[in-house]
């Protein structure tokens, strides 16, 4: 959100409340997973086997982390495994959001702080 969100047309009150309620609605940090859920289907190169004709083998789950320029990791995640991997990627797209919702609501507060000093 920039200036143009909204934000400063709301009291300060306001601002904190909406603050508190972001918090509120937060994820358990405890489950969440940056990273991305891919499905693939692959072939094994026995010439004799089905993936040869066409018919891949899958879906596999794969779960691939950025971790800086040029450098992934990752793993096979079982089929058992998916939804939960999915929720907490889930997750921590919401938190990542809620955090920035907060931090803004939180230069809002200081920018009016600031303003509210240079008048006294």
């Keep these: 959100m920039k200036a143009s969100s909204g934000l400063g047309r709301l ?3 306001a601002l904190r409340q909406r603050k508190q309620g972001l918090a509120k609605l937060l994820p358990p940090v405890t ?3 940056r990273g991305s859920l891919i499905e693939r289907y ?3 190169g026995n010439p004799a086997c ?3 004709r066409g018919e891949r083998h899958g879906p596999m789950w794969y779960l691939t982390v950025t ?3 040029g450098r992934t990791t ?5 089929a058992e495994h ?8 889930e997750n921590y797209h919401t938190l990542k959001d ?8 939180n230069r809002e507060l200081l920018r009016r702080d600031r303003k509210q000093e240079r008048k006294q």
């Design 11 to 13: 009291s300060k009150l």
């Design 31 to 33: 489950e969440i997973l």
């Design 42 to 44: 692959v072939t094994c």
């Design 50 to 52: 089905k993936c040869a």
């Design 67 to 69: 971790l800086g320029p």
């Design 74 to 78: 990752g793993g096979i995640i079982g």
């Design 82 to 89: 998916v939804e939960r991997v999915r929720t907490w990627i």
């Design 98 to 105: 809620h955090l920035e919702k907060i931090s803004e609501i």
